[in-house]
């Protein structure tokens, strides 16, 4: 019983996940009229455990992407935005005063490595 439960619930969860997956990385929400930004946070609470993901192959695609995306955002001075609106053509950058963005960037970079042990792209990233 408890199994089922369990295979059920990491069922619905993966189902969820993959509605949230856009071209520009990991959507706040599958919900068209919801949030359809791409948050630093959300991002990267939402696959902290990618490393122990079954087949998690969409997924690492889709933080690549996600981490791409806070990239070309990412002010001169090196301030990661905490969101970008994926509605746009060429995508708004929201700052908001925020300042967990950064340390979200960095954790979800050391979320991808320890998925993929890609050093390249983490050295290239986190010079």
């Given at each position: ?111 991808l490595f320890e ?13």
């Amino acid at each position: 019983m408890t199994d089922n439960l369990i295979q059920e619930a990491t069922d619905r969860a993966r189902d969820v996940l993959e509605r949230c997956l856009s071209p520009m990385g990991i959507r706040a929400s599958a919900q068209c009229d919801g949030y359809t930004e791409v948050w630093a946070r959300d991002s990267a609470i939402t696959l902290l455990a990618l490393p122990r993901f079954p087949r998690p192959g969409r997924f690492i695609d889709a933080l690549r992407r996600t981490l791409s995306t806070l990239e070309r955002g990412m002010t001169r001075l090196g301030h990661v935005p905490c969101c970008v609106d994926t509605r746009r053509v060429n995508p708004t950058n929201n700052m908001i005063g925020s300042i967990d963005s950064n340390l979200w960037y960095i954790i979800a970079h050391g979320v991808l490595f320890e998925a993929t042990g890609d050093r390249r792209r983490l050295a290239r990233a986190l010079p």
